[in-house]
């Protein structure tokens, strides 16, 4: 089992949605903790690799032995994937500095049990992390807006950065080296992330770290070794 990290460095407002808003304050809402520290589901930040991933593979494939696909689909794994084909790769949850969400649940965890008034809540949490963006379509034809069409959105300020923990678990048939730089080049790739990412928000700079090291570099200089005409 190898651990590395993913960091994500938010270059531009960003909204991790959870799918639903809150009644008469907001139509869609950000993904948070019970804490109130928004945070970017395991499950999603996978599909949004695989996804950058596959458009490398499909380049990539072009007039090659299909070896990458292979690759890709053990990191990944691939649909209906049993014991023998399930992912290497475990992508946790992506989220703010652990220390700093630590504190605030200590400070939280003392105020409850000394039966006192919280001086910073949830709210308190997630409005210092996040701000309000609202939208509406414009008739084309008087240049008005299009009544009933105003949306509000909550979004994540940018400068923000977010890490996600990943477990990687080779079979000792795995090319390693193939797969970490399939996976870095990935992580370059991925530059848009979250609700709106084609119309402005979540532009995004992820790192593929391994303790305290950045490794992105040295993996992608394998992948452009391996990947050169």
């Known amino acids: 089992m190898i651990t590395y990290f993913l960091k994500i460095k938010l270059l531009s407002d960003t909204t991790f949605s959870r799918g639903d808003g809150v009644a008469g304050l907001i139509d869609q809402e950000v993904e948070h903790d019970a804490f109130g520290f928004p945070y970017l589901r395991g499950r999603t930040l996978k ?24 690759v890709a689909n053990a990191l990944f794994g691939i649909p209906g994937s049993d014991i023998d084909t399930i992912a290497r790769m475990h992508v946790g949850d992506a989220c703010l500095p652990e220390d700093l969400r630590q504190a605030v649940a200590l ?14 809540t949830t709210a308190d949490i997630l409005s210092s992390l996040t701000t309000f963006r609202r939208q509406t379509s414009i008739n084309p034809q008087n ?28 079979k000792p048939t795995d090319d390693l080296n193939k797969m970490m730089a399939l996976f870095a080049a990935s992580t370059l790739a991925l530059r848009r992330i979250g609700s709106g990412r084609n119309r402005g928000r979540g532009h995004v700079q992820c790192t593929l770290w ?14 452009e070794q391996e990947t050169k005409a």
């Open 107 to 120: 400070q939280f965890e003392q105020e409850e049990y000394q039966g006192e008034k919280r001086m910073l």
């Open 47 to 70: 599909g949004l690799l695989r996804e950058e991933c596959d458009n490398l593979v499909a380049v990539l494939a072009v007039g090659r032995p299909p070896d990458w696909l292979e």
């Open 143 to 170: 240049g008005a807006p299009t009544e009933g069409s105003l949306r509000s959105s909550r979004v994540i300020l940018r400068n923000l950065c977010f890490c996600s923990q990943l477990i990687l678990n080779p």
């Open 210 to 223: 391994q303790g305290t090291q950045e490794v992105t570099p040295q993996h992608l200089r394998y992948f």
